[in-house]
C-alpha cells in the first residue's frame, strides 16, 4: 500500500437515471455503468473509498471490496427528488422551458433536459463530497470525488504510482478542478454565456471544469460547498442552468488561488491530467515545501519544551515539514548523548559545528535552505515555545487555528518576503518600529523625520485574514523571532549581503533599509502563538551571537 492512501479517501457512486430511454446519440444502459463500476472498485482495492449507493447494489459492492477501507452510504435516486437537493424542481421548471432548452441545437435531446434526474444526480456531487468530508470514517486529509463510471475514460494505474499521489496532493492543498480549454459565444452545457461572465465577474470565460474528478484538502471542502451552494441558488433563481460544471467553471473565476485548476486538452479528456502528474509536468504546483531549523544550546531539556509545544499544539511542523534540522550549538559534550535520543526519536537531522552563535546559526541556516529543493524555511531557537492560550499584553488572540497550513497559504496568496508569526516580543511588541534604535542616523532622519527622540508607531499599509488569522503588511521590522520566510527573501535578507560576524541589530537595519526601498515585501500575523520561555537556564557569558 502506499504511504499516501490513509491520507486520501475517494468518494463515489452510480444510480440508474434511465439513460437507456434517452435518443440514441446519448442512450447508454445501466449495465454499461455497472461495468465501469465494478472495474473501478476492483482497481481501486488498495484505496479507501466511501460510496453513495442505492441499497440494492450493496451485495454487488461486497463482492470486490473489503470492508477494512470501504464504507457505504444509502442514497436511493429518490433523495436527489428530496431535502437533499432543494433544487429538484427550479431544475424541471428549466429543463422543461423552450427558451432553455432551445437555445442551441443539440441541449433539447441532450440527457440534462430529457432526463428528470440527471441534474439533480450530477448537481449533488459536491454535496456529496461534503457529507464524505463530515462522515471522515478513515480520518482522511483528502477528499476527492471520481465518477463511478470513470474507468469508461480512464485507467486507474495512476492511483498505484507513488509520484501520482504525490503530486495530487501536491497540488490540492486547498481545492483542485480539472479545466479543458472552451472557446464559446454562446452557452456552456447551456448555461447562457452571458450569464456565465455576470456571475463570473469576466468578460473572458474561455474553460469548462470538469465534473468527473474534483476535491481537495478537507480544510477547505466546506467553504468550496457554501459556494457551490451560493452560486447554484442564485443562477437557477435566474433562470440560468448547465451542469455541475458551470458552477465549477465559476468557482475558478471569482477564487483561483483556494480553487487551483489544471489544464488539460481541449478533448476534455482527463486522463492527460494524470499523465502530466506522472511525468511531473504539472504547472502549478502550489509551494508547500518547508524546511524546519530549530537553534539549541546546552540543554536538551529546554530542546524538549519546545518539542513537546509543537506536539501539543502544531504538530505539523513536526509531521510536515520536508527537513528538519537540529543546530546543535552545545558546548558541553556530556549532553550530546541526550541530544542523540531526542533527535532520534523526532527524526531531527542534528548538526553540530561548534558554537555558531545565535546569529551564526541563523545564517547558516539561510545557506543551507538555499541550496535545498523547500520552498519555506521556519527558524525556532529553543526558548520560543508554541503558546496557544488566552491572549498576548498587547491583547491579540494566541489560539491560531491551523498555523501551519495558514502561513504557508498567506506566503502564497501574498507573495510576502517574509511573514513573523507573532505580535508580541519578550522585549516589546510590533505596533513600535524597533528598527529605529538601530539603523544609522543618517537614515534616521531620512526614515523617521528629524523630531523624534523614541521609536515611533510601525507604518501598516493593509490588514487582511485568511483562514480566521488576520495579517499586516507593512515596515515590519526584522528580528530573530520565529518566521517564515522564502528562497527569493531568504536571498535578499541573509544572502546577497552577508556579515562576517551577524548581529540581530545589523539584519534589522539592513531589512528595514530593503522594506523601505520596496525590495522586501515583509508581513506580520495579527496573533501571537510564540512565548518566549526559557526555563533551563544557561550562563550569560556562554551566550554567543555569532
Request: charged share 20%; proline share 3%.
Amino acid at each position: 500500500m502506499n504511504k499516501n492512501n490513509n491520507r486520501i479517501v475517494f468518494i463515489t457512486g452510480i444510480w440508474d437515471l434511465n439513460r437507456d430511454t434517452s435518443k440514441p446519440e446519448w442512450q447508454r444502459s445501466f449495465d454499461h455503468y455497472v461495468t465501469n463500476f465494478i472495474r473501478l472498485l476492483s482497481e481501486m482495492k488498495d484505496h479507501n473509498l466511501i460510496i453513495f449507493i442505492d441499497p440494492s447494489l450493496e451485495d454487488l459492492i461486497w463482492k470486490y471490496r473489503e470492508k477494512n477501507n470501504t464504507k457505504i452510504y444509502y442514497h436511493s435516486k429518490d433523495q436527489f427528488k428530496g431535502s437533499f437537493f432543494p433544487f429538484f424542481d427550479q431544475v424541471q421548471e428549466i429543463r422543461n422551458n423552450p427558451e432553455w432548452y432551445n437555445q442551441v441545437g443539440w441541449l433539447k435531446d441532450s440527457t440534462q433536459a430529457s432526463l428528470e434526474y440527471y441534474n439533480p444526480m450530477v448537481m449533488s456531487k459536491m454535496f456529496l463530497l461534503h457529507n464524505a468530508k463530515l462522515f471522515n470514517p478513515f480520518d482522511s486529509e483528502y477528499f476527492y470525488w471520481i465518477d463511478g463510471g470513470i474507468t469508461n475514460t480512464l485507467s486507474l494505474g495512476y492511483f498505484h504510482n507513488q509520484t501520482v499521489l504525490n503530486n495530487l496532493i501536491s497540488l490540492s492543498s486547498k481545492f483542485l478542478f480539472i479545466c479543458f480549454p472552451y472557446e464559446t459565444n454562446s452557452e456552456i452545457h447551456g448555461f447562457n454565456i452571458d450569464g456565465m461572465r455576470k456571475y463570473a465577474n469576466n468578460e473572458n470565460v474561455n474553460r469548462v471544469a470538469r465534473g468527473g474528478f474534483f476535491g481537495g484538502h478537507k480544510s477547505h471542502i466546506s467553504e468550496a460547498n457554501n459556494l457551490y451552494y451560493n452560486l447554484l441558488n442564485s443562477t437557477l433563481n435566474d433562470g440560468y442552468m448547465g451542469t455541475e460544471e458551470s458552477i465549477f467553471t465559476l468557482m475558478t473565476y471569482l477564487d483561483p488561488y483556494t480553487y487551483n485548476f489544471e489544464t488539460i486538452n481541449d478533448d476534455g479528456l482527463i486522463y492527460t491530467f494524470f499523465e502530466k502528474l506522472q511525468n511531473n509536468s504539472y504547472s502549478n504546483r502550489i509551494k508547500n515545501r518547508v524546511n524546519l531549523y530549530i537553534n539549541t544550546f546546552n540543554s536538551p531539556d529546554q530542546l524538549q519544551l519546545l518539542l513537546d509545544s509543537f506536539e501539543k499544539y502544531t504538530p505539523e511542523f513536526l509531521n510536515n515539514s520536508v527537513e528538519k534540522i537540529l543546530i546543535n550549538n552545545s558546548t558541553h559534550t556530556d549532553l550530546f548523548e541526550q541530544y542523540d535520543t531526542i533527535s532520534a526519536k523526532y527524526n531531527l537531522a542534528e548538526k553540530r559545528m561548534g558554537n555558531l552563535g545565535i546569529c551564526g546559526a541563523r545564517q547558516w541556516a539561510a545557506e543551507h535552505f538555499d541550496q535545498s529543493s523547500s520552498d519555506f524555511m521556519v527558524f525556532f531557537e529553543d526558548d520560543m515555545l508554541m503558546d496557544l492560550n488566552g491572549f498576548c499584553a498587547f491583547g491579540f488572540n494566541k489560539n491560531t487555528n491551523r498555523l501551519y497550513s495558514t502561513v504557508i497559504d498567506i506566503m502564497n496568496k501574498e507573495n510576502y518576503d517574509f511573514l513573523k508569526f507573532s505580535f508580541s516580543e519578550f522585549y516589546g511588541h510590533n505596533g513600535d518600529q524597533w528598527s529605529w534604535h538601530n539603523v544609522p542616523e543618517t537614515r534616521k532622519n531620512e526614515y523617521f523625520g528629524n523630531n523624534l527622540t523614541k521609536k515611533p508607531p510601525t507604518l501598516f499599509h493593509n490588514i487582511k485574514s485568511l483562514n480566521g488569522i488576520p495579517y499586516a503588511a507593512g515596515e515590519i521590522y526584522y528580528s530573530n523571532w520565529p518566521l517564515i520566510i522564502n528562497k527569493e527573501g531568504n536571498r535578499k535578507c541573509f544572502l546577497d549581503t552577508k556579515w562576517a560576524r551577524p548581529y540581530e541589530q545589523t539584519w534589522m537595519s539592513h531589512i528595514y533599509t530593503l522594506t523601505k526601498e520596496k525590495r522586501v515585501k515583509p508581513a506580520i500575523l495579527l496573533a501571537s502563538p510564540i512565548t518566549h520561555n526559557r526555563v533551563y537556564h544557561y550562563h550569560g557569558s556562554e551566550r554567543k551571537e555569532n
